[in-house]
């Protein structure tokens, strides 16, 4: 996918949004194998557990907030809130690892390429064009549950 | 996306990024991002394409292995 082939809304606002730049990039290694290690899903989907208050479609700047999403719960228990209409919802809604692979990294895990796939997953909405409260509250946020189940490495997916 | 990863980054987590859309992240530069020739809305693949999903999460967490970051590989497998 090009950004040239979004609709014209979408371009335009890719053309005008300054764009954070954090130098240098900070990295943080991976220190055993990744056999051995436990992965989570940090998505921007937009998903919520049936029940739990939906992300604010409103706000600007966009809802910097996320949901915690446990690995056991059911697809039918979970719900698509997205303010964005860039993109195609069909795919999610027929098979949810398109955007949420939680299947596919349990799979790893029983072939032993992971070592374990994290009890609970983070779920953002996107679409967040005034980063400021998520840098500086809802991600650190995250990072401390990850960290509190013992996450070794997040795969990010960004729809 | 990359602005979290930075932040998990620097509280220790290693993330990967799984890019569908690449001037984005020239833009952003996160630690490793692998490029994914699919639509938005769909980074991990197809859906019901087990076979590509498992490939490509392989292959993006394959780049916690690599030493040196920032680092983005393109996805090569078939779509």
Same mark, same amino acid.
């Given at each position: ?20 730049? !954090? ?15 436990? %992965? ?14 939906? /992300? ?9 907030? /996320? ?19 860039? /993109? ?39 679409? !967040? ?5 998520? !840098? ?20 990010? %997916?960004?729809? | ?5 930075? *932040? ?23 630690? &490793?991002?692998?490029? *994914? ?6 980074? *991990? @693949? ?7 999903? &498992? &490939? ?10 690599? @030493?040196?970051?920032?680092?983005? &590989?393109?996805?090569?497998?078939? *779509?």
């Amino acid at each position: 996918m090009r950004a040239s082939d979004l609709p014209i809304k979408y371009r335009l606002m890719m053309k005008a949004y300054r764009w954070r730049r !954090i130098e240098p990039v900070p990295a943080a290694l991976l220190r055993q194998p990744l056999a051995s290690a436990r %992965v989570a899903i940090v998505t921007s989907a937009g998903l919520v557990v049936r029940g739990e208050p939906p /992300f604010d479609l409103a706000r600007r700047g966009g809802d910097p907030s /996320f949901r915690l999403i446990p690995d056991a719960a059911a697809p039918a228990d979970l719900e698509i809130h997205h303010r964005s209409e860039a /993109f195609d919802r069909t795919g999610l809604a027929r098979d949810l690892n398109v955007a949420f692979p939680r299947d596919v990294l349990a799979e790893l895990a029983r072939a032993g390429s992971i070592g374990s796939v994290a009890a609970r997953h983070v779920s953002f909405m996107g679409s !967040i064009t005034a980063p400021g409260r998520l !840098i500086r509250e809802s991600a650190p946020e995250a990072a401390a549950v990850l960290h509190a189940d013992r996450v070794d490495v997040a795969l990010l %997916v960004p729809v | 996306m990359s602005l979290v990863a930075s *932040v998990l980054e620097k509280s220790g987590i290693a993330t990967v990024v799984l890019s569908v859309l690449p001037e984005v992240s020239a833009h952003l530069t996160a630690p &490793r991002t692998l490029l *994914v020739p699919f639509g938005l809305g769909a980074p *991990v @693949g197809p859906p019901d394409d087990r076979d590509t999903q &498992r &490939r490509v999460l392989q292959a993006a967490l394959a780049l916690t292995a690599e @030493g040196a970051v920032p680092v983005t &590989r393109v996805w090569e497998g078939a *779509v």
